[in-house]
């Protein structure tokens, strides 16, 4: 089984690399993955309580397509997280989330023995699948990263209103009430903490720095020794190419930090997305007042502050 599902999930990925014109399939996946979340949680209290084999191997066959589903939706996004993430940051955290989610997914065992038996488990790797698919697909339909993050969180707990329904006994329209309250807290909470997801599917395409003032023997920098002479005598320029989806328009500014303390804030041309070596853009800095010596970052961060990529460079005397 967990070979089977390694080779779906492959064939998913070599499916949906296609990119937009793939989006039916993905919107397919989401949408039979809701639909089977629903249909299981209406028949579980009576395929459980069952004697009959079909019904416990029906019950059995659900639950193993809906991890089957999931699996297929991780092993897509996982790329795209990859590029979008900074490991150096605190959005490593949740693409380390996800690829726990795959390596859960792919191996069967490990599946049943961490996930299967406790339902919460269960709902919490529907709602990491759920929201990191959501959030991923989002802006390819053109909204922002930072607006489809809350919008995401949102969806992934209203998804799971069958579960709300069944564990509460109550009608769906209170059930409906209750996970709109939930959403909403997600949303919330998700809005506060957008700065720990990866931008997906935005992405550094190309970073480097050079000297604003260049010669012919060295144009760019020595990134493990600039000195405090070349700098203040050159200044740095540090250009960027951010890959974006096709007609998402997404404000971006260059964070300049020494030791972790910001420095200086360089709001940038908003990116336009389309470009397939990715929107191009830099900022320049030649002011470096005070004492310049240390570790130095240009943050590429878009409106809301998800880290987009990062450059980084010594100073030394």
Do not use: C
């Not at 109550?170 to 998700?190: D, E, F, N, V």
């Not at 002479?229 to 890959?243: C, E, F, N, P």
């Amino acid at each position: 089984m967990s070979l089977a599902s390694l080779v779906l999930g492959m064939f998913t990925l070599f499916v949906f690399r296609r990119g937009v014109p793939g989006m039916g399939w993905f919107v397919g996946y989401l949408l039979l993955l809701w639909l089977l979340i629903a249909l299981i949680e209406e028949m579980r209290a009576a395929l459980v309580s069952s004697r009959r084999f079909s019904h416990r191997a029906l019950l059995f066959g659900v639950e193993y397509t809906i991890q089957t589903l999931s699996h297929g939706l991780l092993v897509f996004m996982l790329p795209a997280y990859w590029a979008s993430v900074t490991l150096t940051s605190g959005n490593a955290l949740f693409f380390g989330l996800l690829v726990g989610a795959v390596l859960l997914a792919t191996f069967d065992p490990w599946y049943r023995a961490l996930v299967a038996p406790r339902p919460w488990a269960s709902y919490a790797f529907l709602l990491v699948t759920v929201f990191g698919a959501l959030n991923l697909a989002l802006p390819l339909i053109q909204v922002r990263p930072a607006a489809a993050v809350p919008a995401s969180a949102m969806l992934a707990v209203l998804t799971l209103t069958p579960v709300v329904r069944r564990t509460s006994q109550w009608p769906w329209r209170r059930a409906l009430l209750l996970s709109a309250g939930l959403a909403g807290a997600a949303g919330l909470g998700a809005a506060a903490g957008r700065e720990w997801i990866p931008p997906t599917p935005l992405f550094l395409a190309h970073a480097e720095l050079q000297w604003n003032v260049g010669a012919l023997e060295s144009l760019e920098p020595d990134l493990g020794a600039i000195t405090v002479s070349d700098l203040r005598r050159r200044g740095l320029v540090a250009y960027t190419a951010i890959h974006a989806p096709a007609g998402l328009r997404q404000p971006i500014r260059h964070v300049w930090r020494r030791d972790g303390r910001v420095m200086d804030v360089i709001a940038l041309s908003p990116v336009q997305g389309g470009r397939s070596e990715g929107f191009r853009t830099f900022s320049r800095k030649t002011g470096f007042a005070g004492d310049p010596i240390g570790r130095w970052s240009v943050d590429v961060v878009t409106g809301a502050g998800q880290l987009v990529g990062r450059l980084r460079f010594r100073v030394v005397p």
